[in-house]
C-alpha cells in the first residue's frame, strides 16, 4: 500500500521560500512519476511540477518555471519542492502525486496521493 505525507508547508511572505518535502512508503517501480499538485479556493487541482525517472525529465507550469525546483531522494523515498521568489498566487494547497508510468498532467492520472500541505503568502 503506497502512502504520501507531505510537510513543510507554511506561512511566509511575498518573496520568501519554501520546500515541501513528501514522503513515499514505498520504494517505486523504476519507471515512475511524482510530482507536485496545488489547488487554490474556488481553483481546480493544477500540475506545478513532475519528475519522471526515466531521462530525469521535468516539467514545470509556466508560473513557477525559474522560481520552483522539483528533486527527488530515491534512496529516501523522497520528493521536495524547493519554493523560491513565493508570490500571493502561489498560495493553496500542495499535494504529492505518484504513478508508476510516465507524467501526466490530469490529476486523475495519480493513483497515490498526499493529504496536502498548506502553503500561504501574504
Known amino acids: 500500500h503506497v502512502q504520501l505525507v507531505e510537510s513543510g508547508g507554511g506561512s511566509v511572505q511575498s518573496g520568501g521560500s519554501l520546500t515541501l518535502s513528501c514522503a513515499i512508503s514505498v520504494k517505486l517501480e523504476t519507471d515512475n512519476c511524482v510530482g507536485w499538485f496545488r489547488q487554490g479556493p474556488g481553483t481546480e487541482r493544477e500540475r506545478v511540477a513532475n519528475h519522471y525517472t526515466i531521462g530525469s525529465r521535468t516539467f514545470y507550469h509556466n508560473s513557477v518555471k525559474g522560481r520552483f525546483t522539483i528533486s527527488r531522494d530515491n534512496a529516501k523515498n523522497m520528493v521536495y519542492l524547493q519554493m523560491n521568489s513565493l508570490k500571493p498566487e502561489d498560495t493553496a494547497m500542495y499535494y504529492c502525486?505518484?504513478?508508476?508510468?510516465?507524467?501526466?498532467?490530469?490529476?486523475?492520472?495519480?493513483?497515490?496521493w498526499g493529504q496536502g500541505t498548506q502553503v500561504t503568502v501574504s
Open positions: 502525486a505518484a504513478r508508476s508510468a510516465a507524467c501526466l498532467s490530469t490529476p486523475a492520472s495519480f493513483p497515490y
